[in-house]
């Protein structure tokens, strides 16, 4: 998967496209998976890189969703649960079981939650992973050596899935241009065009590389830019009213001493009124999240001071040693794309629907919005049946609920190249044995980038010939997680892989220099750095 090629097959696409499909976060990439593999011509369009925004900054976590349990909305739940369960069974090598325990200071919680915990197995069925159950004093410290004891009862565990989502959403970009899709970052739409009747028919784009523009036509254009979703709809109607109420959340990652063990946390009650994680991710411990309410969206948008210091102060009243601000490993933040209900308080974006909507306006542009990582296969596949009724297409049935994703491997199978869940290479599945064979090519590219983070040259290298990685925040944010995990790490890794960067995709000295300079400045967000008070 390389951009020239995806630029000449776009090039040489003879007549309409079924489907062009705007933004390349999780929905996007799910529709082109999904229309490809249903034997539909696509084109998917992403602005900056694939996962750029809210898609590579979720809670790592493939669920259900206690809280929405607790809300009443049983449907999302059962529907969550259940393509939780196609995924697992998709993809193997990117989501795996992950027990979770509640702990209990209050004579009341064990049976509470032990109750509500129950429900929530009974409403997975047999895309269960693991029962839950009540656990004593003893078994609750056993699992959570790390969690603090003062007052402690017990807890109840349960299971759920996690999951890297950047290197999900890449491996669904592969598997979409496996079925025969084109798919291009770095090429933001800039105009909508129409038909002599006014209806929308294609799309005006920017190759940001070269700066070309070109025009692709299309039966349905589909609009699945997350958080970005009114600024594509007021290029076909410039009075479209916003559909969104962007939230945004933090996460603070720290080193694993703080979580040690495989067991992770969830607190089901904070002062915001929402549910806590502490969870174990590539080695470090992640803490999140917060829901903020804030004006509009942006590709990096930034930690409120007080997001900070409510995540340490709520972890630090379950952790036996509470974390400290010097403590911090880098602080990511995400924005929601939580679509706005007739007559809901939007200031408190907490309790708006994480369903998703899809809606066909008068120039029939097909947009859809909201949603939740887990869903995105469902969502895909309502979307794409809107679709070949709007388009109209030939009728072609979803094939996604067993297709394998880019990587697959079963979990049962043993042998030679193989990604052990504790290998750093697991979450690239089949493709790990590949990058090892680089890394046997030159001892520099075996060797680790940094002694803080598990990540070798072999990687950028991959990410550059394989995945389409264009830029350092590219290769060390999303090919993998370095920023994410250790962003001062990641600042001291930054000039070698920019130059293997950069002697893949053939440019210079001058380029790579630059690239460290501007990645530099970014990681400084990553280190903590804050904005004013939110709106």
């Known amino acids: 998967m390389r951009r020239e090629s995806m630029l000449a097959r776009m090039r040489e696409h003879q007549g309409q496209w079924d489907i062009i499909v705007i933004g390349g976060g999780a929905t996007g990439a799910g529709i082109a998976v999904d229309a490809a593999s249903r034997g539909y011509s696509v084109l998917l369009l992403e602005r900056e890189d694939f996962g750029k925004g ?8 493939v669920h259900g969703g206690v809280r929405y349990l607790e809300q009443g909305n049983i449907s999302l739940v059962m529907e969550a649960l259940k393509e939780r369960g196609i995924l697992f069974e998709n993809a193997p090598h990117l989501v795996h079981d992950l027990p979770f325990i509640v702990p209990n200071y209050s004579w009341w919680e064990t049976p509470f939650y032990g109750i509500g915990l129950k429900i929530y197995d009974l409403l997975a069925g047999k895309y269960g992973f693991g029962k839950s159950r009540i656990l004593s004093l003893g078994e609750t410290l056993e699992r959570l050596p790390n969690i603090r004891q003062d007052g402690l009862r017990g807890g109840v565990v349960y299971h759920d899935g996690q999951f890297d989502d950047a290197r999900l959403l890449i491996a669904l970009i592969t598997t979409a241009a496996e079925h025969g899709a084109t798919v291009v970052n770095y090429a933001p739409v800039v105009e909508l065009t129409r038909d002599a009747d006014g209806f929308v028919n294609g799309v005006v784009g920017v190759d940001r590389e070269s700066g070309q523009r070109f025009i692709a036509e299309a039966k349905v254009v589909i ?3 997350g958080i970005f979703t009114d600024e594509i709809r007021r290029m076909a109607d410039t009075d479209a009213q916003a559909m969104l109420a962007p939230s945004q959340g933090i996460h ?10 495989e067991t992770a946390i969830m607190v089901p009650h904070t002062a915001d009124g929402r549910v806590l994680f502490a969870i174990p991710w590539h080695g470090h411990t992640l803490v999140g999240t917060t829901d903020t309410a804030i004006d509009g969206p942006s590709y990096e948008p930034g930690p409120f001071e007080h997001e900070i210091q ?10 036996s040693r509470p974390p400290q601000r010097e403590d911090i490993l880098s602080v990511f933040v995400g924005i929601r794309p939580l679509v706005k209900a007739a007559g809901s308080d939007t200031s408190k974006t907490s309790a708006l629907s994480r369903d998703h909507t899809i809606h066909i306006d008068a120039t029939g542009l097909l947009t859809i919005v909201g949603g939740k990582w887990t869903t995105y296969r469902h969502m895909a596949e309502d979307v794409v049946d809107q679709a070949i009724t709007l388009g109209p297409l030939d009728e072609a049935p979803c094939v996604t609920r067993s297709l394998r994703i880019h990587g697959y491997e079963p979990r049962t199978v043993e042998g030679a190249g193989l990604a052990r869940p504790e290998d750093p290479l697991a979450v690239y599945g089949s493709d790990a044995s590949l990058i090892r064979e680089i890394a046997e090519t030159d001892a520099e590219l075996a060797a680790a980038l940094d002694p803080e983070l598990p990540c070798i040259g072999a990687q950028i290298v991959w990410a550059a010939r394989h995945e389409m990685a264009r830029t350092l925040d590219d290769a060390l944010s999303r090919r993998t997680r370095a920023l994410l995990l250790n962003a001062r790490a990641t600042e001291r890794m930054a000039p070698v892989a920019a130059r293997l960067l950069a002697r893949e995709i053939g440019r210079d000295q001058a380029w790579a220099d630059q690239e460290v300079a501007t990645f530099r400045a970014l990681a400084a967000q990553y280190n903590g750095a804050t904005r004013g008070k939110a709106s």
């Open 310 to 319: 409510f995540v340490l102060d709520t972890a630090g009243q379950y952790l």
């Open 223 to 225: 609009n699945a830019t």
């Open 252 to 261: 603070l990652v720290f080193d694993r001493s703080f979580l040690s063990g």
């Open 54 to 61: 809210t898609s590579s900054r979720s809670t790592k976590l």
